[in-house]
Each structure stands twice: as structure tokens, then as C-alpha cells.
């Protein structure tokens, strides 16, 4: 195991843990969330509170049961009108044109086919609907970039299939979508994990 391993990525680790810091990206998204709302790897549905009174409806589709059971709970909790779909992005169980609103946090990284699953989002987002995300992805530097390309083999294996290096913005413009907007740069932490893709986008 060499510096890196023993180093680099046990403080990865604890930094992607830290919703803390994560939190302002979290309320910025959800809250700017209309109708019915699907939202990709929900997780244990820790964007739930956050979302606003325009959200009308929330769909969580996540593939992992134990996901699945946590965000069950917290929906619960949540006093909103929320259904869940053990399901992968990649088949999305839902019907062309159905939602308003495709969200996604910090998800795009850990499935296995992304462009895929941007093909299936697009597919159930209703004309003039709107796709929300922040993820995590390349850097513009170069020495950054390297070591990202470098990690990822071994960070995919120790953090749950999460890539480092995707080009998120290029594959969501390949996906067929247009951005409106888009905010990238890093966030606090180590620069391979925090530079961060946070926008809109339309079919």
C-alpha cells in the first residue's frame, strides 16, 4: 500500500461522509425542484427536507434495498408525498414525458453506464421540464486531472463504484440536453474529490 492508498484516500473518504459541507449545494437544488420530481440514487434521502413547495410530487428511484428502506423512513418523516422505485437509472420504470423534474446529487459518478441513464432522463422529462444536478467529476488541471485518472480504478473499488474523473458536463451536452446554466470549480477539500458541476439543464 503506498502513500496514496494509506493517505489520499481514508481522507476522501471521511470528506464525502461530511454532509455538512455538502448542505448548501443540497438546499440549492431540491428547492428549485417543480412537480412531480423524479430523483436519481436517492439514497437514504437526505434531500428530502429541502425540497420546496413547487416539488409536488417526489419519486426516489435508488438500486440498492438498504438505500431504499433508509429513504423509506425518512419520507415518512418528511410530510411529503413521496413514492419510492427499487430501480437503476439505466431502466428507468417510468413513462416517456412524465416528469418535470430529473434530479440528481452527487450520483452521475457510481453508475456503471452513465450515458445510458442521461438517455433514460431524458426519455421521462415532459417538454419544457428540467433536469437539476450537482455532481462531482474532472478537473480542469492538468495534474489534477492525472491524479484523478490515476485513482479512480482503485477509489471505484473502495468507495462504491464512485469515478473520479468524469467529464460531467460533456456527457450531459452529448446526452441530448441543453444547459441553462451551470456553475463548475472546487469546492473545500481535496481538489480530486471537489470540483463540482452544479446546474440546469433542458431536454
Known sequence: MNFYEERILPHLVHLSMR?????PYRKRIASAAEG???EIGIGSGLNLPYYGPRAGE???LEPASRLVRMSGDAA???GMRVSLLEAS????PLEAHSIDTVLTTWTMCTIPRPERALEEM???IKPGGQFLFVEHGLAPDHRVRNWQHRLTPLWER???GCHLDRPIKALIESSGFKLDCIDMGYARGPK???YFYEGRARP
Not at 454532509?19 to 448542505?23: D, G, Q, T
Not at 437509472?89 to 428507468?92: K, M
Open 19 to 23: 454532509s455538512r459541507e455538502l448542505l
Open 36 to 38: 412531480r420530481v423524479l
Open 58 to 60: 417526489i419519486i426516489g
Open 76 to 78: 415518512g418523516k418528511s
Open 89 to 92: 437509472a439505466e431502466e428507468i
Open 122 to 124: 431524458r426519455r421521462v
Open 158 to 160: 473502495v468507495a462504491g
Open 192 to 194: 480530486l474529490l471537489t
